[in-house]
């Protein structure tokens, strides 16, 4: 099992940066997938990036050329680098890891809100 601890978000202005990290406890950190969702009020939880066990990255069209994900297995942590931050980005991020024979952890969220 695999307990997840999100940690970095807060209240940015507009066009600022945040940088989210996510400490996953357990063993075998590096054969997870691991992901950043994020919900914001009266919507749907939507996928932000992924990054694979083998370091492949994939984004969602709406964050694509701001943020970046990134992984450091030797510190069982992922990172979500946010730059160029917008109201629209406002909402509760939500680290994830998943690795097929175990299914799918989740953290406990936290919240970014970007406004001036």
């Known amino acids: 099992q695999v307990q997840l601890v999100e940690s970095g978000g807060g209240l940015v202005q507009p066009g600022g940066s945040l940088r989210l990290s996510c400490a996953a406890s357990?063993?075998?950190?590096?054969?997870?997938?691991m992901g950043w969702d994020r919900q914001a009020p009266g919507k749907e939880r939507e996928l932000v990036a992924g990054?694979?066990?083998?370091?492949?990255?994939n984004y969602a069209d709406s964050v694509k050329g701001r943020f970046t994900i990134s992984r450091d297995n030797a510190k069982n942590t992922v990172y979500l680098q946010m730059n160029s931050l917008k109201p629209e980005d406002t909402a509760i991020y939500y680290c994830?890891?998943?690795?097929?024979?175990?299914?799918?952890?989740w953290g406990q969220g936290t919240q970014v809100t970007v406004s001036s």
């Open positions: 994830n890891a998943y690795i097929s024979s175990h299914g799918r952890y």
């Open positions: 357990g063993s075998s950190f590096s054969i997870y997938d």
């Open positions: 990054i694979s066990k083998r370091g492949r990255e």
